[in-house]
């Protein structure tokens, strides 16, 4: 699975969108992206996944750039409850359940 | 739908004692995994199972057994705990099969460990 590189910490204002971004320049043709968010004490909540075009569900927006090399995303009214730390994952969908590695994510504070 | 039920939420273990997580879920995966996150640091997986009689090492395997009889059930097993083992140990499970949302992977909420 490729290598991902996020900020390690964030601030965004509530109401506000909050854009996180992820770098992932080694990422291969079948591998996507997944994020995932783990608020305080709870287990990871997967957000949402994407290839190659943007990607919009009712948590969040994934925007990848047009040579998946990096990607960013957005919550775009941020509340208080977003608080947690964000992972943004690169591999592969189909098979291969193993490996799958969190890096340190992105620490995102929403403040009132 | 449960999702991925993990007991106990809270032990505390002696040194050298044994005990073992339970994990189970309903969903009907393939796949499960145990991960072990200590505080302030990201997840690190301890084993998976792609299958019922399956499993393989993680990246922090040592000090841990697995077995996985059944689809729904993969318990993790400290054999002689030690303070390192002090932990948050999570549980998850995915399909891959699924397709579009393939490999999205379920976690359960959790279980503190603490050895003294």
């Known amino acids: 699975d490729a290598k991902t590189t996020q900020p390690p910490s964030m601030d965004c204002a509530e109401g506000r969108a909050a854009n996180l971004p992820c770098n992932h320049s080694?990422?291969?043709?079948?591998?996507?992206v997944y994020w995932y968010r783990q608020i305080h004490s709870q287990g990871p909540q997967y957000i949402i996944h994407g290839l190659k075009n943007n990607e919009t569900n009712e948590m969040a927006s994934l925007i990848i750039t047009e040579d998946r090399k990096s990607s960013t995303l957005i919550l775009p009214h941020a509340t208080l409850r977003d608080t947690a730390v964000y992972y943004c994952?690169?591999?592969?969908?189909?098979?291969?359940?193993?490996?799958?590695?969190f890096g340190e994510g992105t620490q995102l504070t929403v403040n009132p | 739908n449960a999702g991925v039920t993990q007991t106990p939420k809270f032990r505390i273990l002696k040194i050298g004692q044994s005990m073992t997580l339970q994990c189970a879920q309903d969903?009907?995966?393939?796949?499960m995994y145990w991960y072990r996150q200590d505080p302030g640091m990201g997840l690190k997986l301890i084993y998976y199972?792609?299958?019922?009689?399956?499993?393989d090492k993680g990246e922090v395997p040592n000090g841990y057994n697995v077995s996985r009889s059944t689809t729904e059930d993969f318990p993790l097993r400290l054999e002689l705990a030690a303070p390192s083992q002090t932990s948050v140990y999570f549980c998850?499970?995915?399909?891959?099969?699924?397709?579009?949302?393939?490999?999205?992977?379920?976690f359960g909420e959790g279980s503190w460990l603490t050895v003294v």
């Open positions: 994952i690169v591999r592969v969908a189909e098979t291969s359940g193993s490996r799958l590695t």
């Open positions: 969903m009907n995966h393939n796949y």
């Open positions: 080694t990422i291969s043709g079948n591998e996507y």
């Open positions: 199972s792609v299958g019922a009689g399956i499993t």
């Open positions: 998850a499970s995915s399909n891959p099969g699924h397709w579009p949302s393939g490999n999205t992977i379920y």
